[in-house]
């Protein structure tokens, strides 16, 4: 028995698994206060319901919210930053880029690091490793004692080409590990050893500004699995996909901080066919990931707190490797309003758990995208998380016509409507985007959409989008904490080494790949894994250009193979091969991975006995000139090869499909539907 627990900003969602399928699934309200409470009392419902005993489970695999809350709430430890002298600023200095030209009040997130802490460090190592400048080992000493004197939690260190020559660094750590050994310390040669100054420090600082919470919060989260009887250790869920223990994840816990989503994206790349558009919608935000070959993209460059319409270059930047998905403000819990224009505008901000929608009735005076799809008729008050939180329709009703029907002249119905579609035509505009710039077309992807919100809105978002079909997986409202039980253990390395590709000393790279390689297996040895794969990439561009693509390294011929692999990709992406002139390399990456597990992602008990339908009530389709009878299935009912005419409704007990009129639903082999004009 293996369980998947993951927390988002509205609901903490559980899947737990054995060698026939998905054998039961739960979801609780996420405790923003003391989130692994939730997951002590999800898992300890979900034991009781299932009738599991805690000790037949043999691994608990976790993904959280955590760090991006924090590093958004700004909750973290009070750090101090060690740079180069003369680029203390760098962290606000940034790059200088305006993400809207012409905003004369263009705002950016503070750093996480005032400048009253950042301090010049008298230490100089040149681009090629070699010390221009020693390190002032006194003037550390003296600062270390003084930062431990007021009070001071952590220190980043991050020097000038740290990531070609570290000794100074290491050293600074060392002497920091002797005067003042209560000081967290961070050196970007360990948690991002690769060029680009900002994104680097930018990096370091978060890392070791989340690591005493984040350790706090596993080693809590340990102690009440044991209290509940589970003894095993859980894993932690990367961002790019891969697994870790408690011990790596305290350790690099920037790592983690885009744990949740990834793991809906490894559930429908384990599902779907090689190439697809997941659509993960939740009740906070909705996110969009191309599955290509089988497998997520992964990006290594990603941004917390954007503070504009979520655009890029609004926020704080991590360089770490995360699953490449397109996040958007809008979720269940996304508040709608009027805005100064005297328009209908839908998120960024969300209700949340706490209040959470009028619907919920915890206190919440704001509508919200679950209240409009409540007066749609496409939620059922009495059945909302299988009939263990009833909502309120009235409620919802009434919110809605004061703060949205009323001020635009319009039913409370058609404002509901409003919301709703506004909704899919922000998320289709989103994913076609996304898909167009990786060199894919929407249109000719089908949409595996999950979360809870996700199969209410994936029809009306595929259409939008033309994609040919949309598959709600088993489990589709928990999807993500099943997808966290197809993940290996793995770590990704990287080491930056510029030079032209036929410059390229080939032992050299050999030597730096078999270097991340051993760290690898040694890091996977601590796990009990002693069958390590390796994945070799290099980031490559042509001279002159700003960023580069990730190209496979497969061996061969060098160094014409490199450039062959370099230029198909580079085409697979533009659609062309760029300028006569030559190749260069910027980083090379080991990703280290234990065996797949073996997990069959199917409800272990879909198709029981008995009638599927289980009623009609009214639904709101436009097309149909508003509402109509709509028919109501149990999911858990309905056999495969069985076919829902639209308009109907599907539930299960964390999700809902809608099929409008024209479309129809069939129950795949594997139990999940899929959906088609």
Not at 60 to 67: C, D, N, R
Not at 458 to 472: D, E, K
Not at 510 to 515: C, H, N, S, V, Y
Not at 523 to 548: C, F, I, N, P
């Amino acid at each position: 028995m293996r369980i998947g627990v993951d927390i988002g900003g509205t609901f903490t969602d559980l899947c737990a698994v054995d060698a026939t399928g998905i054998v039961a699934v739960g979801k609780v309200l996420t405790t923003h206060d003391e989130p692994a409470r939730a997951v002590e009392d999800g898992l300890a419902a979900l034991l009781a319901d299932a009738r599991i005993a805690a000790a037949d489970v043999e691994q608990v695999v976790h993904g959280t919210t955590l760090v991006t809350n924090a590093l958004i709430e700004r909750k973290g430890s009070r750090t101090a930053l060690l740079a180069t002298a003369g680029f203390r600023d760098v962290l606000e200095m940034r790059r200088e880029h305006r993400y809207e030209l012409y905003d004369l009040r263009i705002e950016l997130p503070a750093p996480l690091v005032p400048r009253h802490l950042r301090f010049d460090v008298p230490e100089r190592i040149l681009a090629d490793g070699s010390v221009h400048t020693g390190l002032d080992e006194d003037f550390v000493a003296r600062l270390g004692r003084e930062l431990a004197e007021r009070g001071i939690e952590a220190v980043a260190v991050c020097f000038l080409h740290a990531f070609t020559n570290p000794a100074h660094e290491r050293r600074t750590a060392e002497i920091l590990a002797d005067v003042a050994p209560s000081l967290r310390v961070a050196l970007s040669s360990d948690v991002v050893p690769e060029i680009r100054e900002f994104e680097r420090a930018s990096t370091t600082v978060a890392n070791v500004y989340v690591q005493d919470l984040t350790e706090r919060y596993l080693r809590d989260l340990e102690l009440r699995l044991h209290r509940l009887g589970i003894t095993r250790a859980p894993h932690i869920m990367l961002s790019n996909g891969g697994l870790a223990t408690v011990d790596t994840a305290a350790r690099h816990p920037i790592r983690i901080l885009e744990s949740g989503p990834a793991g809906g994206a490894l559930a429908t790349a384990t599902l779907g066919p090689p190439d697809l558009l997941a659509f993960d919608m939740g009740g906070t935000t909705a996110k969009l990931c191309l599955i290509a070959g089988g497998a997520p993209l992964v990006t290594h460059q990603f941004e917390v707190d954007r503070k504009y319409r979520l655009l890029p270059g609004s926020g704080l930047p991590v360089q770490v490797p995360v699953t490449d998905m397109i996040e958007i403000g809008v979720g269940g819990g996304s508040i709608a309003r009027i805005d100064a224009l005297g328009l209908l505008t839908v998120g960024p901000d969300s209700a949340g758990s706490e209040p959470g929608p009028v619907c919920y009735g915890h206190g919440g005076t704001e509508p919200t995208v679950t209240d409009a799809d409540l007066v749609l008729g496409y939620l059922d008050p009495g059945y909302f998380l299988g009939g263990g939180m009833r909502l309120d329709a009235a409620a919802a009703r009434a919110v809605l016509r004061e703060k949205i029907a009323d001020p635009l002249g319009v039913s409370v119905e058609e404002a509901a409507w409003g919301i709703h579609t506004s909704v899919n035509e922000d998320m289709a505009n989103a994913a076609r985007v996304h898909a167009v710039e990786r060199g894919q077309d929407p249109a000719k992807l089908p949409m595996y959409t999950f979360g809870g919100a996700g199969p209410v809105h994936g029809v009306g978002v595929a259409r939008a989008l033309g994609a040919p079909s949309v598959v709600a997986p088993p489990a589709a409202g928990v999807l993500s904490a099943a997808g966290f039980l197809t993940a290996p253990l793995a770590f990704d390395f990287v080491r930056s080494a510029r030079a032209a590709v036929h410059d390229l000393a080939w032992e050299q790279v050999d030597a730096l790949f078999a270097e991340m390689e051993a760290e690898g297996a040694a890091l996977l040895a601590k796990s009990g894994v002693d069958d390590v794969t390796h994945r070799r990439v290099a980031e490559m561009r042509y001279s002159g250009q700003g960023y580069e693509i990730r190209v496979p390294v497969r061996g061969g011929r060098w160094p014409d193979t490199l450039i062959d692999e370099f230029t198909r990709t580079y085409r697979a992406l533009y659609r062309r091969t760029g300028p006569e002139v030559g190749v260069e390399v910027l980083n090379w990456r080991v990703v280290s991975s234990g065996p797949k597990p073996e997990v069959t992602l199917r409800l272990a008990a879909a198709g029981t006995p008995g009638d599927a339908r289980k009623g009609s009530r009214p639904a709101y389709f436009p097309s149909t000139g508003g509402f109509v009878d709509t028919a109501v299935f149990d999911r858990y009912r309905l056999q495969p090869g069985a076919r829902v005419d639209g308009p109907a409704i599907v539930e299960e007990r964390e999700s809902t499909v809608v099929v409008p009129p024209g479309a129809h639903c069939v129950v795949r082999d594997d139990a999940a539907l899929e959906v088609t004009a």
